[in-house]
């Protein structure tokens, strides 16, 4: 729905990098979009329960017309099983 710009911040949310909120932060200073990309994205790193929680404080939607199942599905894909837990305990 939001293209490009949508999946570069949701990039930056998934970034392996420590710098990655600075990196959203940059995006959003320049009007890219909040999209629960970021929150899936998010989702497939080991402080994933940390990322998600940052992302929701920041206002990026968490539900998807899948509720959380595109989330769950990339922290199981990527073996974060504690990720994994977490958001099943928000379905």
Same mark, same amino acid.
């Given at each position: 729905? #939001?293209?490009?710009?949508?999946?570069?911040?949701?990039?930056? $949310?998934?970034?392996?990098?420590?710098?990655?909120? $600075?990196?959203?932060?940059?995006?959003?200073?320049?009007? #890219?979009?909040?999209?629960?990309?970021?929150?899936?994205? $998010?989702?497939?790193r080991p402080?994933?329960?940390?990322?998600?929680?940052?992302?929701?404080?920041?206002?990026?939607?968490?539900?998807?017309?899948?509720?959380?199942?595109?989330?769950?599905?990339?922290? $199981?894909?990527?073996g974060n099983?504690?990720?994994?837990?977490?958001?099943?305990?928000?379905?």
């Amino acid at each position: 729905m #939001f293209g490009t710009k949508g999946r570069i911040l949701a990039a930056a $949310a998934g970034s392996p990098t420590p710098d990655w909120q $600075a990196k959203v932060e940059w995006l959003e200073g320049r009007r #890219f979009p909040r999209t629960e990309d970021a929150i899936t994205e $998010a989702a497939g790193r080991p402080n994933a329960p940390q990322r998600r929680k940052w992302l929701r404080q920041r206002g990026y939607p968490v539900e998807t017309e899948f509720g959380v199942v595109r989330p769950t599905e990339n922290a $199981a894909r990527v073996g974060n099983v504690a990720a994994f837990l977490y958001l099943l305990t928000e379905m």
